[in-house]
């Protein structure tokens, strides 16, 4: 006789009490609790996504280096050329600079490498920033591409992020100068030469040097890219291999390191190893993981802290339950000593109760379920009515490092461990009061009727 889900259902809805109100209220909480945890996981999940595909679109899979001047490096990138899966492969200059634009300094990162080519150029072409066509403003399909990469022997030419761009007001064809960090030593000792000079025509002679130490590499710039990371857009130049090495008075065969990307960016770990297998002593490679692991450290750790923190709130939709259940049965005594007497065992009597919880949970989970999805749906238009109203950036791109709006992506295991722990809360919370009706003795029960 299944007269337990009947008799659940029915406590759940009863008249002329609040028990009704405290039974809505059990549900909403359950309900928040999915809906927060779904969202908030949801968020985490989707921007650690987000930091992965900017860096593995735009950075190196692999970078090798000596922890100083790599020398002779065309015999190495020989060498890992002839991996299979190997995209491209080109030695680097990485260091910082002054950028001088119209009397605006600037101190960005610089990336000397060898022009892309084939996939690995059509690569960078597809991280070129866009912007609206002059005809045809709003018609997205037509966006313009802003400048290209450079060529194999467009030596004075640079790529910039659009962060520095809008940052300095610079546009396709403008010109910058670069200054080396060489430039400063230069300087420091033509002024001690200055200082020690015992006559003007001396100091003369030693201001002239300095200013042919101190020349900066003036480069045109073709080309704006947007990566989808802030960091990279707003600090990283991209400059012809050669000039880099005059900024830093490097050799034709001496460069920072060697930059890897392949075919699959998530099998950085296995060429790791083939490459190790033939580097010289003292060399190490790095794969993209290895060198932003702070990073994806940082993301996990919110994303597990986020999780425990939510989920006090589900335990909080326990208690309400908890309270619903111990409610019915005060109220019930009676009518649970009549079904004892009449027979009814105790486990029959426990599941009147446990049916109750069970009802909670799943339409507590299912509303939560349902709000979640509508919260994603409509996230950015929420964040965006939000910001306009209260002037609060619910995801800056500055802070955040990543921009393309509020990132998402729900995982079947997130909604399975979500929905899963707070239906097992609801049915731990309602077996308290499960078993205290079922110890009940009719004699007890019925002595006040």
């Not at 809805?13 to 779904?38: C, D, E, M, N, Q």
């Not at 100083?68 to 991996?83: A, Q, S, T």
């Not at 909080?316 to 111990?326: A, D, K, P, S, Y």
């Not at 921009?403 to 309602?430: E, H, K, M, W, Y």
Request: hydrophobic share 45%; proline share 4%.
């Amino acid at each position: 006789m299944f007269f337990s889900p009947f008799l659940a259902t029915r406590y759940l809805k009863p008249k002329r009490t609040f028990v009704s109100i405290i039974t809505v209220i059990s549900i909403l909480g359950v309900a928040l609790g999915v809906w927060l945890l779904t969202v908030v996981i949801a968020v985490f999940t989707g921007y650690g996504e987000r930091i992965k595909e900017s860096i593995l679109g735009f950075e190196p899979h692999l970078v090798i280096d000596s922890g100083g001047i790599l020398k002779d490096w065309p015999d190495l990138v020989e060498k890992i050329e002839e991996f299979d899966g190997i995209v491209a492969v080109t030695p680097y200059v990485r260091g910082q600079v002054v950028m001088d634009f119209n009397g605006m300094r600037s101190a960005p990162m610089i990336r000397g490498i060898l022009a892309p080519q084939g996939e690995e150029l059509e690569r960078m072409r597809s991280k070129m920033a866009r912007r609206p066509h002059p005809l045809h403003p709003d018609d997205r399909s037509k966006d313009e591409t802003m400048g290209d990469f450079f060529g194999e022997h467009d030596y004075y030419s640079a790529v910039i992020g659009d962060g520095i761009a809008e940052g300095q007001g610079i546009q396709i064809g403008d010109k910058v100068l670069l200054y080396s960090p060489r430039d400063i030593d230069s300087v420091m000792r033509a002024l001690e030469s200055v200082g020690e000079a015992e006559d003007e025509e001396g100091r003369r002679e030693a201001i002239e040097k300095t200013r042919e130490m101190t020349a900066p590499q003036e480069v045109e710039v073709v080309g704006i890219f947007d990566s989808g990371h802030w960091d990279f857009d707003a600090n990283i130049v991209f400059i012809h291999l050669e000039t880099a090495q005059v900024l830093y008075n490097f050799d034709l065969e001496e460069s920072h390191g060697i930059a890897v990307r392949a075919h699959d960016g998530f099998k950085a770990g296995e060429y790791q190893q083939k490459i190790h297998a033939i580097l010289p002593e003292k060399f190490r490679a790095l794969t993209w993981m290895e060198m932003h692991k702070i990073m994806f450290d940082a993301v996990a750790a919110e994303r597990q802290a986020m999780y425990l923190i939510l989920f006090m709130i589900m335990i909080v939709g326990g208690f309400c339950i908890m309270n619903t259940m111990i409610t019915v049965t005060f109220q019930k005594r009676s009518e649970i000593g009549l079904l004892k007497a009449l027979g009814a065992r105790e486990e029959q009597v426990a599941w009147v109760f446990l049916f109750q919880g069970i009802l909670v949970g799943l339409v507590g989970v299912l509303v939560g379920l349902v709000l979640a999805q509508l919260t994603l749906y409509f996230r950015n238009d929420m964040a965006g009515w939000i910001g306009r109203n209260f002037g609060v950036d619910i995801f800056s791109a500055e802070v955040y490092k990543v921009d393309g709006g509020l990132p998402a992506q729900q995982t079947l295991r997130d909604l399975v461990i979500i929905s899963t722990g707070a239906f097992l809360a609801c049915i731990v919370a309602s077996l308290i009061p499960a078993l205290f009706a079922a110890s009940l003795q009719p004699a007890k029960a019925l002595r006040s009727e």
